[in-house]
C-alpha cells in the first residue's frame, strides 16, 4: 500500500516510549527508531531520510509539551499531510485528555488514546480527525459510568452492538465538523483576534521588514445549528481588505465562494466549542513605502527601541533605551454593548475599561539583549526603571519593566551597562616559578645599531592615548549587534483589522429557539516575542 502512515509513537521527557501505534505493514519498532533518530544533531528537521534501514524510512517528528512525536512510513507521502496530522492528533489528545498532554494522562487513559488514534487514521490512511465528529465514535467514561458500573447493573446483550453503532451513524450529523444534537442553556458567540507582530528595524530605526500573523479564533456556544456571518473591516474599510489580508486559510466550515464574492464576509456553520476560524498574514511595509517618516505614521508600534554602543572613555559601555508610545483605539464598539473589546462597549464608570479598543493594556514588557561570547561579565548594570539580569551561560541580557511603571504613565526608560571582556594576556603568567621553561629565546630579526637599545622609551600623554585607542578597540568587538522587545497588547492589533458584526441568521439556523439572540463578544490580542529587533 502507498503513501500511507505506518506506525506512530510518543515518547516522554526522558526519551520512554509510552505509546506505539502500528497502522500497517511491520515499520520499525519504538526502541530501534529512537537511536536512529538521535543520531541526528540538533536542531532536528521536521523530516530525517533514514537510507540505512530496510527498507528505507521517512520520519517525521513533532516536539509538544515535553513529549516527542515519531510517524514513519517507507512510502513516499506528502510530508505537509503527514506533519498535520501530528497537530491533529495533539489537538484530539487535548481535547479529549486536556491541555497540556502530558505523560501520565496518556498511560492513564489508553483506552480512549487507542480509539483516537484509530478513528483518526485507519489503516495507515488518514480519516477523521475533527474532534466534534470524534465525540461521537469515541466511548470516553465519565463518573456517571464509573458509578453505574460499580453497581453491576445487567449491561446490554452483545446483539444491540450493531443496532447502536447503526443508530450512531443514523444521527450522526452531515457535517463531520460538529456534533448532533448540540444543546447549550446559555447561547454565546465570542472571536478572538490574535495577531503576533514581527518587525526588524536597521540602526538608524527605518524598517526593514513588518509583518504581521494573525489568527481569529471562534467560540460558538448555540444550540441547534446556527448559521452565522462575520463581516471583516480593515484600517481604510472593506474594499481593500483582500489585498491586506495576504495567504488567507480557512476552516473546512467556511463558505469559499462567499468570501471570494465578498472578502470580509465569513459566512459558515461553525464546529461546537471554540476552533481556529482563519488565518492570515498581513506584510505592515507596503503601508510605508519605504519611509521611515511614513512608517511611523502609518503604524504606531506600542514600543521604540534604540541601541547606543561604544560609550564612555574606553568604549566599554552601551546604552538601551526604549520608549513606550500611546496607542489609540477607535472609539467605536463594533458588535453592541455586549462586546468583550469592541471599544465603547467595554465603557463604565471612570471611563473606558482597560485592555479594549478604547484602551489597549501593555504588558509583559522585556527587552533582550544579546551579547557576544567574550564577554565575561557585565560589571555595571543602571537601569532607569525594572530589573535586569545578565545569563553569562546564555550571553544574554534580559530587562523586565514591571506592570505597574507601564501603569503609572513613564514613557521613557533607560538601562546602561558595561562589559568585561576575557583577561588581558599579559596577566597571564605562562612561568610562576621563574625558570624560563617553555620560553622560546630563538632571534630572528637582523642585528642593529647599539644605539638602538640606549634609545628612551617615550612615557607620557602619547602612550597613554595608544592604550586608550587599544582599549576602544577591544570594547569594540564586546558590544551587543542587536536588542529585542517582548510585549503583548490587549485590544490592540497591528494590522488594523477589526470584526464588524457577528451575525446569526435565525432563517438559515436549524434547532435554534424563538427569539434565541446569543451574547456576542470580541477581543483585541497582540503578542510578540522578541518580535521588534533592532540592528545595532
Known sequence: MNSVIE?????????????????????????????????????????IYLSNTNPPTLVFSLDHADL????????????????????????????????????????????????LLTEMCDAGTISTTEPNALRDVVEVEGILGKL????????????????????????????????ANVRHTSNELYADVVE???????????????????????????SGVPDIAVNLTGPSGKHNLKSIMELPVFHPCVRLSRWKDNPGELSFIPPDGRFILAGYEVDLLPFTNGNNSNFNQNLKLPVSIEVKTGLGSVGSDFEVRLN?????????????????????GGRGFGGPHAGTAAAPLLQDVVVS?????????????????GDASYSPTDSLLEWHIPPKELSAGTSYFSLRCTVAGPLA??????????????????????????????????????????????????????????????????????????????????????GLGEGVKPYKGVKYLTISKGGVEIRC
Open 196 to 222: 503576533t507582530l514581527s518587525v526588524t528595524l536597521a540602526p538608524s530605526g527605518r524598517p526593514i521588514a513588518a509583518f504581521a500573523n494573525g489568527t481569529i479564533a471562534f467560540t460558538s456556544k448555540v
Open 324 to 344: 513606550i508610545n500611546k496607542i489609540f483605539g477607535t472609539g467605536q464598539s463594533t458588535t453592541g454593548p455586549s462586546a468583550r473589546g469592541g471599544g465603547s
Open 425 to 510: 594576556d599579559d596577566t597571564v603568567d605562562e612561568d610562576p616559578n621563574g625558570f624560563g621553561f617553555g620560553k622560546d629565546y630563538s632571534y630572528d630579526e637582523p642585528y642593529q645599531d647599539s644605539t638602538a637599545h640606549h634609545k628612551p622609551r617615550e612615557h607620557g600623554k602619547g602612550s597613554e592615548e595608544e592604550r586608550d585607542v587599544r582599549k576602544v578597540a577591544q570594547n569594540k568587538i564586546l558590544m551587543p549587534s542587536s536588542a529585542s522587545v517582548s510585549f503583548s497588547v490587549k485590544g490592540w492589533v497591528p494590522s488594523g483589522i477589526k470584526v464588524e458584526s457577528i451575525v446569526l441568521d435565525a432563517r438559515k439556523s436549524r
Open 68 to 115: 516527542l512525536y515519531l510517524a514513519t512510513t517507507s512510502s513516499d507521502i506528502e510530508p505537509l499531510l503527514v506533519l498535520e496530522f501530528l497537530h491533529r492528533v495533539i489537538d484530539a489528545l487535548e481535547e479529549f485528555l486536556g491541555a497540556p498532554v502530558l505523560a501520565h494522562k496518556i498511560e492513564g487513559n489508553y483506552d480512549v488514546v487507542a480509539q
Open 369 to 385: 539583549v544579546p551579547l557576544p561570547s567574550d564577554v565575561r561579565n557585565l560589571s555595571d548594570m543602571r537601569p532607569s526603571r
Open 7 to 47: 506506525a506512530l509513537h510518543i515518547y516522554d521527557e526522558h526519551k520512554r516510549t509510552i505509546l506505539s501505534h502500528t497502522y500497517t505493514s511491520r515499520p520499525l519498532s519504538a526502541a530501534h527508531l529512537l537511536p536512529l533518530y538521535l543520531e541526528h544533531p540538533a536542531p532536528r528537521p521536521s523530516l
Open 148 to 179: 453505574l458500573g460499580s453497581i453491576n447493573l445487567p449491561t446490554k446483550p452483545l446483539t444491540n452492538v450493531g443496532t447502536t453503532s447503526s443508530l450512531i451513524t443514523q444521527n450522526s450529523p452531515s457535517l463531520p465538523w460538529r456534533r
